[in-house]
């Protein structure tokens, strides 16, 4: 292939160079499209890619005559480290080289490597290089683990093989052999710091080669053998005994897996790419042909296997290292100075729990032993050693699926622990103990949830909600204090720990989930009120959520509804810390300062009732303070509010107001909504902006005297929102008694990273006053602005079917309508413009994001004030909606997109 860079003119060459580059990639490409191994896809790249390199080296020397190369040769060398050193290559990784620089030509030489790197440069091939001598590869490599990581397989290319040598044997020498213990930990420290947010988890958008147990943890494998057992091999760490077969078994494995997903990647983009994200997930599948189950889609089934290998190669890399790990010689000592013995034959170390070998049988010989290790494990917060938990899992092979009672009563001391439960939940899920006390845990395993909402597999979000849970004991807030009241804080965590695995069948997650926990009761022998608290909380999980979420919660009837559902006090409590642990667990941004006041207020006004602290009139008494503090905040603003005839003007609007307006409206805010009325002219509108920089939203407030203004404005105001390309998060309509409104929507302004300039909100509150008088048409603004659609179309990856439901009991005096959806631009605008074309007035609107979809709450009513009545007109709405829901859905985006 060499005769492609015969001499001719620059651009000649050039375009010569990136057709052989081209050349490189189909030949990638072709090998992968006829199935072969990803590791020899690799190899092979990595050899044709070292070919074209020595041609480009033989092209940056050809203007030099025969001395003056062999003086360049004799005193340098150009070193493939990292991956390149390795001998794999994906189609657009960067070639990782070292021009080393032997330094009697160092001028020369670094000129060579300047023409040499625009060479690669020129092809179009990604470098990362540098020029070193010898001497500063090792200065760097003592100060940057990184460095030093890249020189451990560095391979010569070109060059001086004496000068490649020597860099190796004296980075063994200097680097390596002085500071091992220094070297691992620092190997450890670098692939700890790429999970900032703590406990490493498997992500539902995977980086292949960075994320947990991506190809990282085998290069880190590689790296501690090199250190340690002078090998980088998986083969011959398992023939020194320092892997064991399954263990090597599963490295290989996963690392064939992860590189061919990573070359898929690759080609399927045409650059560089490691995310497995949701749509490659979907590609990848369907061309693998993988078929679905009658409780998965084919993609889970994909990503339970990708997270099968994953998980298996975080597992090894983190066993190996926790297994050769050095002690140093003073933390040997404090170990021997500050444990002690527990149980005889245990030793408690202050970071690790441990026992002589000989000991191991009788600790693990069978689920009641390793339970009694666990419950020590868990009262002294330290998990078992390495070698302990090596032993474990081994035993636990041999162990039925019997349980004692006193292993279930073993298992419940623990699930009583707060402080490190979570720990040690995960070693025990870890080494398989925790499915043989619960077998229904096996079915979770790596098991995802295709959708945008979760961050995480099933059994990642279930154990995270335990340690959520039990991180509430250190809350100082509402939440906290539930936490600190519930008595029987092992139901709570065991109703946590079981919430989550019905999923993955055809039926109902929580009706399956009801099952699980009735069949777990009895096998961890719980007392029959016991067992239905729990089976009640797990069947139960999404309720309060819905009704916080989803309801008008300052419907006084509704909340006595759910009051009685739920019972007790303690059943509520632990329903309610349930609540806030699952929403939390589901991924970074799920939880939200208004998701926990809505959960809070509702909390307390059931409280409240079943401690019996509230009786019929408690309601009313609540609004009347309500008014009355906004009353004296009125005054405050202008004591005019104090004195007829404002006084009565200002007591006739507070006493018309909805129930909702007074309970989800501060009161100092109530006081400026009305003295900002009482200033408006009848047909004025008036729209307030206030930028929220912790919860990172913006507020539009829209007041008006209007009863014109008011007609079909919810569809008016979410349309000019989404023109202007905001995304709706939440959405509260109030009408006053007079006919006027004062509604507030809070969005999220994905133009911009940090606040929104002052005349980008000056430019929303014009539009949103613009479309309320009828001078502009939402239509008009959408034709304007469609070009946004483009970029900020979300794809639709939940396979749940749209959805609507009319409720027509939930509310006494309304009709509440619930729009499941997929979330995208403009469905808001769809369904209120829907509903306002249907002759019915909204009274109130939750917006919420809910699990595996939008969920957007109408509560409406008809023209004349009534709910809606009637079989006829009831499927009306329903068809109706439905219809503008599909259309929107096969459309696309018309309206947004062009």
């Known amino acids: 292939m060499s005769e492609l860079l015969i ?30 191994p990803g590791i020899q896809i690799a190899a092979t790249l990595c050899g044709i890619t070292e070919k074209f390199l020595l041609d480009l080296v033989a092209q940056s020397l050809a203007g030099l005559n025969d001395a003056a190369r062999a003086d360049l040769e004799r005193d340098g060398a150009i070193v493939a480290i990292g991956g390149t050193g390795r001998g794999e290559l994906c189609p657009y990784s960067d070639i990782d ?24 440069w020129d092809a179009k091939l990604g470098l990362g290089h540098a020029v070193r001598t010898v001497d500063e590869c090792l200065a760097m490599a003592r100060q940057d683990s990184e460095i030093a990581t890249s020189l451990i397989e560095a391979r010569l290319l070109w060059g001086n093989p004496q000068l490649c040598e020597r860099l190796r044997r004296q980075f063994r020498k200097k680097v390596i052999d002085p500071r091992r213990r220094a070297f691992v930990d620092d190997c450890l420290s670098a692939r700890a710091a790429e999970f900032p947010g703590g406990v490493p988890a498997q992500e539902l958008e995977p980086n292949v080669k960075c994320s947990v147990g991506g190809l990282r943890d085998l290069h880190l494998i590689r790296w501690i053998g090199y250190a340690l057992f002078d090998t980088c091999d998986v083969d011959s760490l398992r023939l020194k005994g320092e892997l064991s077969m399954d263990e090597a078994h599963a490295v290989r494995s996963a690392w064939e897996f992860l590189t061919r997903i990573r070359f898929d990647l690759h080609l399927a983009a045409d650059k560089p790419q490691d995310i497995l994200t949701r749509d490659e997930q979907l590609r990848i599948t369907e061309a693998r042909e993988i078929r679905g189950t009658v409780g998965q889609r084919p993609v889970e089934r994909f990503m339970q296997t990708y997270f099968e290998h994953s998980t298996a190669l975080a597992k090894v890399a983190r066993r190996f290292a926790a297994r050769h790990r050095p002690r140093g010689i003073g933390k040997q000592l404090a170990d021997t100075l500050l444990s002690h013995r527990a149980d005889g034959i ?26 009694n290790l666990y419950r020590t494990s868990a009262l002294y917060g330290v998990l078992p050693s390495a070698r302990l938990i090596e032993a474990i899992e081994a035993g636990v092979r041999q162990m039925s699926d019997d349980l004692t009672p006193r292993a279930a009563q073993l298992f419940m001391d623990i699930m009583k622990c707060t402080k490190h439960l979570g720990a040690v939940l995960r070693s025990m899920y870890d080494t398989g103990v925790l499915e043989r006390v619960i077998p229904d845990v096996r079915h979770v395993r790596c098991l995802m949830q295709f959708n945008q909402y979760h961050h995480y ?17 250190d809350d100082t807030g509402d939440v906290g204090t539930a936490y600190a009241a519930v008595r029987h804080k092992e139901l709570l965590h065991l109703a946590l720990l079981l919430h989550d695995l019905g999923k993955g069948f055809e039926e109902h997650h929580w009706e399956v989930g009801r099952r699980i926990a009735d069949r777990v009761g009895r096998r961890l022998y719980l007392e029959p009120q016991q067992r239905e608290q729990v089976m009640f909380l797990v069947h139960q999980h999404l309720e309060m959520s819905h009704i916080a979420l989803r309801r008008d919660i300052s419907d006084p009837e509704l909340v006595l509804q759910f009051s009685h559902q739920m019972g007790s006090a303690e059943t509520l409590t632990m329903l309610y810390v349930l609540t806030v642990a699952d929403i939390t667990a589901v991924g970074p941004e799920a939880w939200t300062s208004w998701k926990g006041e809505f959960l809070a207020d509702l909390y307390h006004q059931c409280r409240r009732i079943l401690s019996g602290t509230e009786d019929a009139s408690a309601s009313q008494v609540r609004l009347n303070t309500i008014r009355e503090g906004a009353l004296k905040k009125l005054k405050v603003l202008n004591p005019d509010y104090g004195v007829p005839p404002w006084s009565l003007w200002a007591e006739r609007q507070l006493n018309g107001a909805s129930n909702y307006y007074l309970t989800a409206t501060p009161p100092q805010r109530i006081a400026e909504d009305l003295h900002i009325m009482r200033e408006l002219e009848p047909d004025d509108v008036v729209a307030l902006a206030r930028q929220d920089a912790e919860a990172g939203t913006i507020e539009f407030r829209v007041l008006s005297r209007s009863s014109a203004a008011a007609a079909g404005c919810f569809h008016k105001l979410t349309g000019g929102l989404t023109a202007k390309r ?3 998060v939440s959405a509260d309509i109030n009408t006053t008694h007079e006919g006027g409104i004062i509604d507030s929507f809070r969005v999220v302004d994905h133009d911009f990273a940090g606040a929104s300039p002052p005349q980008r909100l000056q430019e929303i509150c014009d539009v949103l006053r613009n479309v309320l008088r009828n001078t502009v048409s939402v239509e008009t603004l959408i034709q304007k602005h469609k070009r946004f659609g483009a970029e900020s179309r979300r794809t639709s990856i939940s396979n749940l079917p749209l959805r609507v439901e009319v409720d027509n009991d939930s509310s006494d005096n309304r009709t509440v309508i619930d729009v499941f959806a997929h979330d995208r631009p403009g469905l808001l605008y769809t369904v209120a413009r829907a509903i306002y074309q249907l002759g019915l007035s909204i009274d109130l609107a939750k917006i919420s994001t809910h699990y595996d979809q939008v969920v957007d709450v109408f509560y409406v009513r008809e023209p004349d004030g009534s709910k809606v009545s009637g079989a006829e007109r009831l499927s009306q709405i329903r068809e109706q909606l439905s219809a503008a829901l599909d259309e929107f859905e096969r459309a696309g985006h018309r309206r947004f997109v062009s």
């Open 346 to 371: 245990l030793r408690i170390a202050p970071d690790q729990l441990d026992a002589a070998p000989r000991h191991f049988p009788r600790l693990t010989k069978d689920v009641e032993s390793v339970l």
């Open 457 to 473: 597999t099933v059994d990642e979000h279930s154990l995270r909600a335990v340690e959520v849970a039990t991180r509430f004991s």
């Open 726 to 728: 905001l995304e709706i």
């Open 7 to 36: 001499a001719g003119s620059p651009l000649d060459s050039l375009a010569q160079k990136k057709a052989r580059v081209v050349e490189i990639r189909e030949r990638a490409r072709t090998l992968f499209d006829a199935g072969t």
């Open 97 to 120: 080289l070292l021009f080393l620089d032997g330094g009697r030509r160092a001028a020369d030489f670094r000129e060579f490597s300047t023409r040499m790197v625009q060479s690669c």
